[in-house]
């Protein structure tokens, strides 16, 4: 399933760079060498992130 359909990026594959990723959602994008182009995919984004990290138990930063 497409999470950022402006950039075609997966759930899949943001859940995977998301476990290497110690940013926030727009390093996660950076990693894809996208940026957020609508925005209407952050806040999932940044739920991603954050269920990757509590899975592999790393810091949780919750968004501003
Ligand atoms: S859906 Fe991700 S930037 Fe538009």
């Not at 899949?12 to 957020?36: E, I, K, T, V």
């Not at 991603?48 to 592999?56: D, G, K, P």
Request: aromatic share 6%.
């Amino acid at each position: 399933m497409y999470v950022c359909v402006c950039n075609a990026i997966r759930e899949s594959d943001l859940r995977a760079a998301a476990r290497g990723c110690r940013g926030d959602a727009a390093d996660l994008y950076a990693s894809f060498g996208q940026m957020p182009q609508c925005g209407q995919c952050l806040d999932e984004v940044e739920e991603i992130l954050i269920e990757e990290r509590r899975f592999a138990r790393l810091p949780v930063r919750t968004p501003a």
